[in-house]
């Protein structure tokens, strides 16, 4: 069966940085786009960046461009998500998503996700 492995998460102070990490397994992962959500508590899940199958193209939410990078290696079937200059309001559980679309993925509606990883940023 097809698992998204989140990891990398913890507490950080506001200006940190933090990487995380998503391993998968059972599917193709070359054929997947990827992408990362994060829901705060009491807020909806929402779209924080795409990446396709192939790592060329990478799509962002307006409120983490230039400051959150993410990327893929395929060889070791995991997609990443460094994230520079932390906010406190960017506290949330971050979330894997994965599908043969991109699209799917960017639009919230991918087939596949993880159980998540808590992203604690302190003021």
């Known amino acids: 069966q097809v698992q998204l492995l989140e990891s990398g998460g913890g507490l950080v102070q506001a200006g940190d940085s933090l990487r995380l990490s998503c391993a998968a397994s059972?599917?193709?992962?070359?054929?997947?786009?990827m992408g990362w959500f994060r829901q705060a508590p009491g807020k909806e899940r929402e779209f924080v960046a795409a990446?396709?199958?192939?790592?060329?193209?990478?799509y962002y939410a307006d409120s983490v461009k230039g400051r959150f990078t993410i990327s893929r290696d395929n060889a070791k079937n995991t997609v990443y998500l460094q994230m520079n200059s932390l906010k406190p309001e960017e506290t949330a559980v971050y979330y894997c998503?994965?599908?043969?679309?991109?699209?799917?993925?960017?639009?919230?509606?991918?087939?596949?996700w993880g159980q998540g990883t808590q992203v604690t940023v302190s003021s």
């Open positions: 998503a994965a599908d043969p679309k991109t699209l799917r993925v960017r639009i919230g509606a991918p087939d596949y």
């Open positions: 059972g599917l193709t992962f070359s054929t997947y786009g």
């Open positions: 990446i396709s199958w192939s790592g060329a193209t990478t």
